[in-house]
């Protein structure tokens, strides 16, 4: 079986930076064993990482969430100090990354499961971009590698993707 492991938006910024939660922070063990158990198991691991400009607050999500985060050159973008990074890292402007979607479907995986933050944000887009672009690949979240904005928003994502097909583990 030919498995992907997502790690999305493992970032000090969401970690204990600007916009940290001690959800976030209380994942960190678990995601850096599923990262190592992947690797031992041959499966392939990618990351996203959300990449902003200087220009963020005059952008359509800056006006949204007016909380400078992730800018290019800011230690806040960097992937959180004990997250071994043992793959490509996609970098995105957005919350979801068409590339490795795009990247996943030409590769055809029977099977992608994501973990990492916020799981009503980053984490639900990209499963939903991998859901339409991969529409035979199993894709599933595993609910303990995840954090959302706040615990009740996690429960919600949750269940959006369990109704989308998206196996929720």
Sequence with gaps: ?????????MQKDFIDGA???KEAEAILPA?????????RAGERIVYTRDTHTRAYLST???KNLPVPHCIEGSAGREIADGI????????KPAF????LAQDAAAEGFDEAELIGVCTDICVLSNALLLKAFCPETVICVRADCCAGVT???????LEAMRACQIAIL
């Design 60 to 62: 359509q999500e800056g």
């Design 151 to 157: 615990p009740e928003r996690h429960k919600t994502a």
């Design 1 to 9: 079986m030919k498995k992907l492991l997502v790690v999305v938006d």
């Design 84 to 91: 071994p990074v043992l793959g490509k890292i996609y970098d």
């Design 19 to 21: 916009l940290g939660t």
């Design 96 to 99: 979801g990354s068409i590339r």
């Design 31 to 39: 995601v850096t064993e599923r990262i190592l158990a992947a690797q």
